[in-house]
């Protein structure tokens, strides 16, 4: 079960890390088992992303992923972790068409999901969204740099900012969202040294997703953390844990097991008394 005893994560305990320069830390999360670990190692942000639609559902982007179908991961990872800091991810075409869209959704995962805040993927051009959702009392964070909901506009999954001009671009961008309201900004493939100039300049968190190490703070994606995404392992990943080796060789021999009726054993079923059996087999004429 979660540990309750750890206090809950607030929006002004981020902000006192960032200012005595203690690195936050964030990691992805989609289930309940998942967010108990979390909660238990005490992760101060969590993030039910849309990544899901890849980690989980097995998609080749996050396009496909609805609020609908996010819902009851975000439910369930609040359950399993009461007291981080979660952030419900707002999925494509829910906060792009209009600022009246992005309140909506931003609204449910708080009422819904008990979310703690929102996070929206894009800059200067949805600075008017991110105000809309802070004006309703939401707290929102920015994401910037490779932004998956945009793969196809950025010419695939590829480092953003690697040229001056393009790097410009997410310096303003992030100053745009800061004045919009955003009470923190992900950077995700974004050159170190461009992520260390916005941290800089920043008053607000910024982490880092493959970003460098001068952010306020880093995210990981569960999946990339503990090699369980079949597909491919990121650059910016590091694997702290081959949980993906550990139970792939769990089930190479539950099969053996299994098929050479070494399980299960008598600890693994149950046993009716032998007058009850005898019962039983005079019911059904045997
Ligand atoms: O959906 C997600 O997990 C994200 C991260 C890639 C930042 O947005």
Not at 102 to 110: D, L, V
Request: aromatic residues 6%; proline residues 5%.
């Amino acid at each position: 079960m979660a540990d309750t005893k750890r206090s809950k994560v607030t929006l002004g305990m981020l902000y006192e890390k960032m200012r005595k320069a203690e690195p936050i830390t964030m990691i992805t999360c989609y289930d309940f088992p998942m967010a108990d670990l979390v909660e238990k190692a005490g992760v101060d942000m969590v993030l039910v992303g849309d990544s899901m639609g890849m980690t989980i559902l097995g998609y080749d982007s996050t396009l496909p992923v609805t609020q609908d179908v996010m819902m009851p991961h975000v439910q369930a990872v609040r359950r399993g972790t009461p007291n981080s800091w979660l952030i419900g991810d707002m999925p494509y075409m829910t906060y792009q068409p209009s600022v009246e869209t992005a309140i909506r959704c931003a609204g449910r995962f708080m009422a819904e999901g008990a979310c703690d805040a929102v996070k929206l993927e894009g800059g200067a051009e949805m600075a008017d969204r991110m105000a809309g959702i802070v004006r309703s009392g939401i707290p929102c964070m920015g994401h910037l740099g490779l932004t998956p909901q945009s793969v196809s506009a950025l010419g695939g999954y590829k480092v953003q900012g690697k040229g001056a001009l393009q790097a410009k671009k997410i310096v303003d961008d992030a100053r745009a969202l800061e004045d919009a309201g955003a009470y923190s900004i992900l950077l995700e493939m974004v050159p170190d040294r461009v992520c260390e100039l916005i941290t800089k300049r920043a008053g607000i968190p910024i982490i880092s997703l493959g970003s460098g190490l001068h952010a306020h703070g880093q995210l990981l994606i569960f999946h990339d953390m503990f090699n369980l995404y079949p597909k491919f392992k990121p650059k910016m990943a590091k694997v702290f844990g081959d949980a993906g080796k550990t139970i792939g060789d769990g089930l190479k021999q539950y099969v053996t097991e299994v098929t050479t009726k070494q399980f299960p054993q008598a600890e693994n079923w149950f046993t009716i008394k032998d007058d009850e059996y005898a019962e039983l087999l005079k019911l059904v004429g045997d």
